[in-house]
């Protein structure tokens, strides 16, 4: 009887592996902290962001294949798609004043290791602060 019972047993479906899901995304309102348990963690302050990217890679599904990628001058972080945080993050920088829709749409359709500029700092901008920049 046991074999039976053993052969018709209702088993537990498997999970599926999200690797997005390893990956702590801190959202603060100075900066944004990436962390991973085989990575070196990441971070970036807000007003030190000068550009903002899609990186696409070729390694989906197993791995994460769109990056957000927030850049310093002398840091940054990349946020996979689907972690937790992400569209929190997104949804802060998609409203940046030139933010290019028009590229997210083109990400979305790419699936060759590609990157996509979504919003650049204006030089004045960055410069506001130094002396005699009219």
Same mark, same amino acid.
């Given at each position: ?23 702590? =995304? ?17 971070? =970036? ?9 899609? =990186? ?79």
């Amino acid at each position: 009887m046991g074999l039976f019972t053993s052969l018709f047993k209702k088993r537990e479906p498997k999970r599926p592996y999200f690797p997005e899901g390893e990956y702590i =995304v801190t959202i603060t309102s100075s900066f944004i902290k990436v962390e991973h348990p085989q990575r070196e963690t990441e971070q =970036v302050m807000w007003n030190n962001i000068q550009k903002i990217k899609l =990186v696409n890679t070729a390694d989906g599904p197993w791995l994460p294949d769109v990056w957000l990628a927030l850049i310093g001058k002398d840091d940054g972080c990349v946020i996979p798609q689907g972690a937790k945080g992400y569209d929190e993050v997104y949804d802060i920088v998609s409203k940046y004043k030139g933010f290019s829709f028009e590229n997210v749409i083109k990400s979305m359709g790419c699936t060759d290791n590609a990157e996509f500029l979504l919003w650049e700092k204006e030089w004045s901008a960055v410069n506001k602060d130094l002396p005699n920049n009219e």
